[in-house]
């Protein structure tokens, strides 16, 4: 069992920044793909962002692509989510996943848990 909490959400106006984290106590979290989805009201949870487990890939979602960054520190058992350049439609509640699967997946059904999720409100 992973646990995955989420934090740094927040009210902010259009172009600013945020960063998430994501914290997942326990000496498994390296052995984990991480992933960051998010959905909006009213619309299906998409994915966002996801980084192996070593560290040495990461794929985004063409929305976020150039202005989201993940992060992961294995030794803090963290993920990040750098959110930059937010505009109004990234909007949405903000979830961590991790995927003990062979391969980074993209799809919510490739990752085993997930964390409650934290709301990200951005002001045009």
């Known amino acids: 069992q992973v646990q995955l909490v989420e934090s740094g959400g927040g009210l902010v106006q259009a172009g600013d920044s945020l960063r998430l984290s994501c914290a997942a106590p326990?000496?498994?979290?390296?052995?984990?793909?991480m992933g960051w989805f998010r959905q909006a009201p009213g619309k299906e949870r998409e994915f966002a962002a996801a980084?192996?487990?070593?560290?040495?890939?990461?794929y985004y979602a063409d929305s976020v692509k150039g202005r989201f960054t993940i992060s992961r520190d294995n030794v803090k058992n963290t993920v990040y989510l750098q959110m930059d350049s937010l505009k109004a439609e990234d909007t949405a509640v903000y979830y961590c996943a991790a995927s003990s699967g062979l391969r980074l997946g993209k799809r919510s059904g490739d990752y085993n848990y997930w964390g409650q999720g934290t709301q990200v409100t951005v002001s045009s």
């Open positions: 980084i192996t487990r070593s560290d040495i890939s990461t």
């Open positions: 326990g000496r498994t979290f390296g052995s984990y793909h």
